[in-house]
């Protein structure tokens, strides 16, 4: 069974400093790794995906297969990236099932 | 291109009604899937559709049933409404088989 952990409900952050949301996942094979975000009020939209390794809005997040993380990071957070941060897994072996985390509230105060 | 949409925006029942909510994806995805979004839960996985089928199926009672249509509209249908049935209902379309999906609005059902 696929499983996704994020082990923080909310975190709370000042404008212009580094922020990380955890992400921890559970699957024995080869798991594709995404991060969706949901401004207020915006509908549930991919945020970026670890096989394109691009860095969205100035967000990356590295797939560490030891360590079965795939953090979400920024070197100096905004007010805009307040949201509600949501970790997904899927693979060929759960027939491309998305299973989510239960979410990361992350405050950027001013 | 025009995103997901989902009919009725919100929805006030009472329990042992039934309900019907419709989707539809973006022009050309096949594949639709459903999530139940709750404060305590989060988004859980109800069931996905690809190519009129039901492709895989999350951990709900046969309550909660589904089904999509040659022009990969989908309806869910949920019998005998509980209170804990009380929830955002989510659609979501990708092009095939990915887990990069296009999120609808949702459907906000209130049973009372």
């Known amino acids: 069974a696929q499983r996704v952990t994020q082990p923080e409900k909310l975190l709370s952050v000042f404008k212009g400093a580094p922020v990380e949301l955890k992400c921890n996942y559970s699957y024995s094979g080869s798991p594709e790794l995404f991060w969706y975000v949901q401004y207020s009020r915006q509908r549930l939209q991919l945020l970026l995906r670890h096989i394109s390794r691009e860095s969205i809005k100035g967000f990356t997040a590295d797939l560490n297969k030891g360590e079965t993380s795939f953090h979400l990071k920024k070197p100096f957070a905004q007010e805009e990236d307040s949201a509600m941060y949501y970790c997904?897994?899927?693979?060929?072996?759960?027939?491309?099932?998305?299973?989510f985390g239960k979410g990361t509230l992350l405050t950027v105060n001013p | 291109k025009a995103g997901v949409t989902q009919t009725p925006r919100y929805l006030i029942k009472t329990r042992g009604q039934q309900v019907t909510l419709s989707c539809s994806p973006i022009s050309g995805h096949r594949s639709v899937s459903w999530y139940q979004q709750t404060p305590g839960q989060g988004l859980q996985f109800l069931f996905e559709?690809?190519?009129?089928?039901?492709?895989n199926k999350g951990n709900f009672p046969g309550r909660f049933s589904g089904r999509q249509f040659s022009n990969s509209r989908s309806e869910m249908n949920v019998s005998t409404l509980e209170l804990g049935d009380s929830a955002l209902y989510l659609c979501?379309?990708?092009?095939?088989?990915?887990?990069?999906?296009?999120f609808g609005p949702g459907t906000r059902l209130t049973v009372t």
């Open positions: 997904a897994l899927t693979s060929t072996g759960s027939n491309y099932k998305l299973t």
């Open positions: 559709y690809f190519s009129e089928t039901q492709r």
């Open positions: 979501a379309s990708s092009l095939a088989l990915t887990g990069e999906q296009y």
